[in-house]
């Protein structure tokens, strides 16, 4: 057990879905010039997830993707975020991949699909 910001009680470390892998959408790819790292997308390639430190408490920290080199790509839904960054503040640790990339025609939300494996 683990408080996430070190100051309260102890906390259990949120645990991801029972699946080893999932898979969700990246949000956010519409900001920024994100489409024109979108493009460089191909499947299989890996991601690297980065969650923001703890802060209001009303709201659960994001979960940002970049691809290999830096480039930020987006973030993972909040409904995903809302276990992925507890657990990975606390130590667990998270895979992705690319799956899916659709056409420039795809919705924003839609567009960049990964699978997200423990370990």
Do not use: K
């Not at 920024?32 to 430190?53: I, T, Y």
């Not at 130590?91 to 939300?109: D, F, I, K, L, Q």
């Amino acid at each position: 057990m683990s408080s996430v910001d070190g100051t309260g009680p102890p906390r259990p470390v949120p645990l991801p879905p029972s699946e080893v892998a999932t898979r969700t959408h990246v949000h956010g790819t519409v900001f920024a010039d994100r489409g024109a790292v979108v493009e460089r997308l191909h499947p299989g390639d890996p991601l690297l997830l980065v969650p923001d430190l703890p802060g209001d408490e009303d709201e659960p920290p994001a979960v940002w993707v970049h691809v290999s080199g830096g480039d930020v790509l987006g973030h993972v839904p909040v409904q995903v975020a809302a276990w992925l960054a507890p657990y990975m503040l606390a130590g667990g640790r998270c895979r992705a991949t690319v799956t899916h990339v659709g056409g420039p025609g795809t919705a924003s939300w839609n567009r960049v699909e990964i699978e997200l494996a423990r370990g």
